[in-house]
């Protein structure tokens, strides 16, 4: 008889486990439903970054999320002493501010403009760093170099039009003038590659291994919310820190296009950027599809309605302009050819929350020099 009741005590106990875990299921899908976010499984948010900061490639908006998340965290930064980590040169660690003075210094974040050197990066963020870039589309890489870096380049200032260009690539281009780098396979050579190298060959294959194996996560500008859900997982951070707005960006007016003769032109030019850009294009919708097409389509919901609500609170539009006459108006100061916009503050902000709106918007350059300041 005793035995008989124990055996029933053992069912029951069993039944009602089964129905907590259905019941936690079951509430966690609801939870996504509604709340428009996943369940998330336990991890540690990672402490030691290293973002690769490739030119024209919606960079800014990515560093500012990095100042941002690492000013709050009071990690440290591993600053340049003034604007870029020794660019064009491959990346050393003596490019680092007081690093030569200091070497076992912990740093948690690299992320200025540099040209990437894995083994010096290790050196100052740590063999257990998070590795990742951003790529955009070649050709759109290199309009917007055109217009930004026009008074830079040797291969730029010769000519008056990117048509211009293109139609005298061959003459314009000379790899010792300076900085003509930025007109050629500019992804490429950021990431660390040859671009004179040709773009044909073994080597080929064999640099863009190098890169898998080097970046843990490569990010498209052209899906930049997929591209910040997919970030805020490996980085085990919060979705709020992935909250940012479109910094340094063009006014269209000072946007141009090619015929389809001279794009194809272009595209071959480029071709070593073509070669990176579709791998990486190709290995980040796989990397979708292990997320989860339906989970990733629920978390950029989730994270464009955080957006809307912080931009409801800070921005008197959402929409970047290129000229403001107030005091609340911020923007990055123009480049070259470009005509940057910028965004107007709400006039009654105040306290911590102005401050955080402030941060949202502020130039890369302004950030820098406060991070500067703070760490000395």
Known sequence: MFSCWKGRTRKIFLMLVVASCLTFVAWSVYLSTVNGFSPEVPCTPRKHVAFMKTHKSASSTVLNLLYRYGDAKNLTFALPPANHLGYPNLFRATFVKDFAKNPDKEYNIICNHMRFNLPEVKKVTGNDSFIFTILRNPDSVAESAFIYCHNDVPAFRAVKTLTEFVRNLEKEFKLEGSNNHLAHNVLWFDLGGDAEAGAEGPHVDQTLKEFDSTFHLVLLAEYFDQSLVLLREALCWDMEDMVSFQLNARDPSTRTSLPPDLLSTLQRWNALDWHLYRHFNMSF?????????????????H??????????????????????????????????????????????????????????????????????????
């Open 303 to 376: 994270l464009r309605h955080l957006r809307q609500k912080i931009q409801d609170i800070c921005l008197q539009s959402s929409t970047p302009v290129a000229k403001g006459k107030s005091s609340s108006y911020i923007k990055s100061p123009d480049y070259g050819w470009a005509k940057i916009t910028g965004y107007l503050l709400k006039g009654n902000l105040t306290g911590q929350t102005k401050e955080m709106c402030i941060r949202m918007i502020l130039p890369e350059g302004t950030y820098l020099n406060r991070l500067q300041r703070k760490q000395g």
């Open 285 to 301: 919708w796989q990397r979708v599809e292990r997320y989860g097409v339906d989970r990733m389509e629920r978390d950029v919901q």
